[in-house]
């Protein structure tokens, strides 16, 4: 089976900083791979590559086949990878089933000018997409509050939020950049089965980005390690954990979480 995304030679560099170099994966449909390393190590560079925020230095990336080089942004979304940010992104004061609805606009297709005019196929679009919003957020116990403000929200139902929007687009390839973050513990078990729930259903492959150890070695099938740009391991999760490179990265970096 072809991978559904394919990353070969990736490679960025910042003036005199090579922030990531020769980085390779091929990601299987509904796998879980986990990406982690120390601060500073290109972990968010590869999802901002990935995602054609950034442009690589060098390096190709298949999506479903298609090459998605200088492609903008919002196409490379359309054509099926979604993600989370670091810090969450959402519209705060804007209602959580608006925020999902604006998501759902990525994969709609009336005009403008239907929308201005009111036109029947915008209700009936519009319809759909407060039906598949509710739906969505009903997966993640979230539909009672809907008409919540997203701000308002619980920090770790925040990143939930995060995570429906991302799924609003109906990505083939998700990626997630410390979804966890400043959870609790028993909000990060929550969000582990969460993650787990979302491969099943949506049959996505996921990218995670994580620092908490629990939540990758948990539920990842195989975990990549970056550190200072460049892949130092890989293997499953008792393979990467027993690695004395990785174990020396983590050690030799004060910094990380
Ligand atoms: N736009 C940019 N311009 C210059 N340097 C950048 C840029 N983006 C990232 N970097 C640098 O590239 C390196 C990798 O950054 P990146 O954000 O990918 O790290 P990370 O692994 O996600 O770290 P963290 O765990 O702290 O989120 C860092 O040294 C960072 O300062
Ligand atoms: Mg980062």
Redesign the pocket.
Known sequence: MAPVLDVSNLGIR??G?Q?LDDFNIQVAGREIVGLI??????????F?LLTNV?HPSGGGIKLTGLDTRGKPTHQVTRHGIARTF?NIRLFKSLSVIDNVKIALHNSMNYSVLAACLRLFSYWKQEKAAEKTALELLSMFDMEGSAEAPAGSLPYGAQRRLEIVRALATNPKVLLLD?PAAGMNPSETAELMRTIHDVRDKFGVSIIL?E?DMSLVMGICERILV?NY?LIIAQGTPDEIRNNPLVIEAYLGSRKEA
């Open positions: 910042f003036g900083l922030a390393g120390p601060n500073g190590a290109g972990k968010t560079t590869v901002n950034y670091q410390e980005i620092h970056l740009g």
